[in-house]
């Protein structure tokens, strides 16, 4: 079995690495189909996942000075800041709840990057200082939703790092750079909980290495920008609706 996930977790890999994104969005569902806990196997492994992914994309990112190192510090330490403060609040929420809050943001990212996906590239980037206090805001709260859901907010980093003026390209690949630091600080919160499965993370952290290496090469030489709008927003809402839809039954069946 761990071969047959290692092996759906390395396509992942290769597309998310192409979205600037670490992954944990469909890492977690696909380990909570395998029958893995939501809470304390598939959110943890997710996390580490993302952070792997996001760093293997990212080291290739920053080679071909892809990334805005600078730009993406206010991020880098808000996110780090709030991660693993979502990822202790976890204890206090049923995973119902969590699955169900995991489906609307995945919902609310696919849709807004498939009705943006025809517009113009941004040309100019806002004033360094207004970029710095939003994306310190933005991150912070960013981070703190990462760590409770077991995602590295990459799904909300790019979108953010777009509307300050960013191209497409240059904002997946800084966001990259970015989910590294709050997906491992988010885990780390897990960690500290006791939160992990040992021969599942030595398995998809293999996978995850391959994948993104050659999905980040494949995103900065072949894919259009359109395109990555696109295939993130139609992935994002086909998991959340069937992750989502046996607990969204459930209720409406009440």
């Known amino acids: 079995m761990l071969l047959v996930i290692a092996a759906l977790i390395l396509g992942l890999a290769f597309i998310f690495s192409m979205l600037g994104l670490g992954g944990a969005m469909l890492y977690i569902p696909v380990f909570h189909w395998f029958g893995f806990n939501f809470k304390t196997v598939a959110i943890p492994t997710g996390l580490f996942l993302n952070g792997i992914t996001a760093l293997s994309a990212a080291t290739y990112y920053l080679r071909q000075k892809m990334v805005d190192v600078k730009g993406g510090l206010p991020l880098v ?50 004033p360094f200082r207004t970029r710095a206090l939003i994306t310190a805001a933005s991150g912070l709260f960013i981070g703190f939703i990462a760590g409770l859901l077991g995602i590295g907010g990459g799904f909300l980093f790019v979108p953010v790092l777009i509307a300050i003026g960013y191209p497409t390209k240059i904002a997946a690949a800084t966001s990259s750079f970015v989910v590294v630091f709050s997906s491992f600080s988010g885990f780390m919160g897990h960690v500290a909980e006791g939160h992990f499965h040992l021969p599942l993370l030595i398995y998809t952290t293999i996978a995850v290495i391959i994948g993104s290496q050659i999905g980040a090469r494949v995103m900065k030489e072949r894919m259009k920008p359109k395109w990555i709008k696109q295939m993130f927003g139609i992935l994002l809402i086909a998991v959340a609706i069937k992750l989502s839809w046996p607990y969204m039954s459930n209720i409406l069946r009440r």
């Open 77 to 126: 330490i808000s996110s780090f800041i709030g991660a693993p403060v979502g990822a202790w609040v976890t204890r206090f929420v049923p995973t119902n709840t969590l699955i169900i809050l995991f489906s609307i943001g995945m919902v609310v990212a696919g849709t807004k990057m498939i009705l943006s996906s025809g517009k113009a590239e941004p040309k100019e980037l806002l």
